[in-house]
C-alpha cells in the first residue's frame, strides 16, 4: 500500500496543533498581565479612598476642618458621669465596591 501525502498531512495537522496551543498560552499570558493591571489600579483606588477619609479625620482633629463629608447616618447622645455627651455617626462607602464600609463618630453637637 502507498500512503502518498499521508506524512505531509500529519505534519501540517501536527503544525496546526502546536500553533493552537501556542495562542492559548498568548491568551493566558495576555489574561494574567490583564489581571494584574486591573488589580492594580483597584488597589490604588481603595488606597486613595482610605487616604481621603484618613486626610479628614486628620483635618477634624487638626481643627481646620470641622464638618464630615460623609453620610450622616444618626445623631444622639452618651451620659458619662452625668454629663451628656452628643457625637454624630458619619459612614464613608467607596462607591461600586462592597465591604468597604468606614465610620466615623464626631463628638459635639448634633446637627
Do not use: C, H
Not at 493552537?20 to 491568551?27: D, E, F, P, S, Y
Not at 464638618?67 to 462607602?93: A, H, M, W
Amino acid at each position: 500500500m502507498k500512503r502518498t501525502g499521508a506524512i505531509f498531512v500529519e505534519v501540517i495537522v501536527s503544525i496546526l496543533l502546536f500553533i493552537v496551543g501556542i495562542l492559548a498560552l498568548t491568551g493566558t499570558l495576555f489574561y494574567g498581565v490583564k489581571m494584574v493591571t486591573e488589580s492594580r489600579q483597584e488597589t490604588i483606588n481603595e488606597q486613595e479612598y482610605k487616604n481621603s477619609v484618613e486626610n479628614e479625620i486628620l483635618g477634624i482633629i487638626q481643627g481646620s476642618d470641622t464638618t464630615p463629608s460623609g453620610l450622616p447616618v444618626g445623631s444622639d447622645q452618651i451620659i458619662i458621669n452625668s454629663r451628656p455627651l452628643p457625637f454624630t455617626l458619619y459612614r464613608y462607602k467607596q462607591e461600586g465596591k462592597e465591604g468597604t464600609e468606614m465610620y466615623l463618630i464626631k463628638r459635639g453637637n448634633t446637627p
